[in-house]
């Protein structure tokens, strides 16, 4: 498995496993991923690498996990990154995230951020156990913030200081 930037040619890939997290298990809290295969395709071409990083991890030619890692560009937030992760369901506990997110964070440092957040449905257990192994601590929580279904669950923000 190698994790590598991710290529236009991939985008259909990335779209299609976000759309099966998101249809599987309830995690991101989306339906699918806004936008498709042809807009995500597009911002991996036309991002400038020091506004974002689009990583894949590949596994012989599969893509079976996915991150984004982004800076704000007003000046008063641009210490501040933001992440997502997201691995294939039959790809689990096998390090995929952990990696992605050394990367992700290897890109924030690169680019100056020093706050790294994110945020996560508090019934994520899976995202928050590998969130807090990789040193993010919660820093708010929004409750009701994410409908899924007929259920309004909190958001859980988390931060890491980047030094
Ligand atoms: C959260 C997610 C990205 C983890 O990916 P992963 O490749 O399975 O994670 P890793 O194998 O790198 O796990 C690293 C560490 O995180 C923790 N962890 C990950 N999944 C866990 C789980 N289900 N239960 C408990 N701890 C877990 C463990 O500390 C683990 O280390 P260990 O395996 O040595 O015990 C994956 O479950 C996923 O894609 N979930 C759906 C999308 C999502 O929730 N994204 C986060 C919100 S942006």
């Not at 991002?47 to 599969?62: K, Q, Y």
């Not at 560009?73 to 997201?86: A, D, E, F, Y």
């Not at 506990?93 to 951020?113: C, D, N, S």
Request: include cysteine; aromatic fraction near 6%.
């Amino acid at each position: 498995m190698e994790i590598r930037e991710a290529r236009e040619e991939d985008a259909a890939a990335i779209v299609a496993l976000i759309d099966q997290v998101a249809l599987q298990d309830e995690t991101l809290g989306l339906d699918r991923y806004p936008g498709g295969a042809t807009q995500l395709r597009q911002q991996i071409a036309e991002t400038p690498p020091e506004a974002s990083a689009f990583l894949v991890a590949a596994d012989e030619g599969a893509v079976i996990g996915y991150a984004f890692v982004g800076r704000y560009v007003t000046p008063s937030l641009s210490h501040v990154g933001v992440l997502s992760i997201v691995v294939d369901p039959g790809h689990r506990r096998t390090g995929t995230g952990r990696r992605l997110m050394q990367r992700g964070e290897a890109w924030a440092r690169a680019a100056g951020v020093r706050k790294l957040t994110l945020s996560v449905l508090a019934t994520n257990r899976a995202g928050r156990a590998l969130f807090s192994a990789c040193g993010f601590e919660d820093e708010a929580v929004r409750k009701g913030q994410l409908r899924v279904g007929s259920a309004f669950l909190d958001e859980v923000l988390m931060v890491r200081w980047l030094t």
